[in-house]
């Protein structure tokens, strides 16, 4: 998955994909479960490494679930996808009779199944009708929020999503513009952001739409909201060994699987100051990446959309009812 700030080319090559293969360990005999698995470039990845083992592919999306289908065709035909939010995995386990699995990888982010199509309304770059529902049937689109929130609502979004300076002023113009008419399309967004950002501040830099384009998408799939309690998730349900890799592609998100993973590794969260451990937490996790990993200039330079990504890696350690696991 992707980053929205590249222009758009019609290929899906996974990303940091050597990096995601030699993180996961993957066994031949193993189940691996792919949360994201879009148009199915990492999963076909894992399944060319299983020879007896099974990989579960998610996707909220039907058309990338059909795309990964007929890519994962000829890499076997021990795999199962499921059209699922990530935020379902203990329960497609549970549906599926899976106790337990050895590795588990998000790529988080749009993927370029949709990025690629833009009458999905993900891109700034198309005119296409504003929607960014990665399932197309929740029930509100990027649409709804510019034309049915307050401006004060529309700010928060902007600011704390896109990281966005500009977010009270884009919000204002957002309200201005859609009492002339309703804003149905992305480039109407674009066009109103463009004039809501100071000339001398789109001159370098990103796409000026980039950041409100991150957050609309962001708030629509409700995309960080449900990431932490899907890590609590994948953690649960890796045995003793198996790996779970993370690829991120903002801060946002970066910022929750890095405190998540800090938090679930940590072997005291007693106050400073205490002579004595008392609170005898139970890490069930070890770092296997201290600091995230990033593409190679190689990567980047084949394939630009890779640039932002940054990847975390973590083992599930085996877990005691007594003691501090191993």
């Not at 309200?175 to 480039?187: D, F, Q, V």
């Not at 830099?205 to 998408?217: E, I, Y």
Request: charged residues 25%; proline residues 5%.
């Amino acid at each position: 998955m992707l980053a929205l700030d590249e222009p758009i080319t019609f290929h899906h090559e996974p990303v940091m994909l050597a990096e995601v293969i030699n993180g996961l360990k993957v066994n031949p005999q193993g189940v691996y479960v792919d949360c994201t698995v879009g148009g199915g470039g990492h999963s076909r990845a894992i399944l060319e490494h299983l020879e007896g083992g099974i990989l579960v592919g998610l996707d909220q999306d039907p058309e990338a679930l059909a795309a990964a289908a007929e890519r994962l065709q000829a890499a076997g035909s021990q795999y199962k996808l499921v059209k699922a939010n990530f935020n379902q995995l203990a329960e497609v386990l549970d549906e599926l009779a899976i106790e337990a699995v050895d590795g588990i990888l998000y790529d988080l982010g749009v993927s370029s199944y949709q990025l690629d199509k833009p009458e999905r309304g993900f891109s700034y770059q198309h005119e296409a009708p504003l929607d960014m529902r990665m399932d197309p049937l929740l029930s509100w689109s990027a649409a709804d929020l510019v034309n049915e929130l307050s401006a004060g609502e529309l700010a928060a979004i902007i600011k704390k999503y896109g990281e966005e300076r500009w977010a009270a002023r884009i919000a204002e113009f957002i309200i201005r513009e859609r009492a002339k008419e309703p804003i149905r399309t992305t480039g109407q967004l674009v066009r109103i952001i463009k004039d809501a950002i100071p000339a001398s501040a789109r001159r370098s830099g990103s796409h000026p739409a980039k950041r409100t384009f991150q957050a609309l998408r962001i708030a629509v799939n409700n995309e960080l909201g449900v990431l932490e309690n899907s890590l609590q998730q994948a953690v649960s349900a890796l045995r003793k060994g198996g790996r779970i890799c993370v690829i991120s592609y903002h801060s946002l998100e970066d910022r929750i699987v890095k405190d998540f993973f800090r938090k679930e590794a940590a072997t005291c969260i007693c106050p400073p100051g205490l002579p004595v451990c008392r609170c005898d937490k139970v890490p069930r996790i070890k770092l296997v990446t201290r600091k995230p990993l990033f593409p190679s200039e190689a990567e980047v330079t084949r394939n630009p959309r890779a640039r932002s990504a940054r990847l975390r890696i973590a083992e599930k350690l085996d877990v005691l009812k007594t003691g501090k696991g191993e």
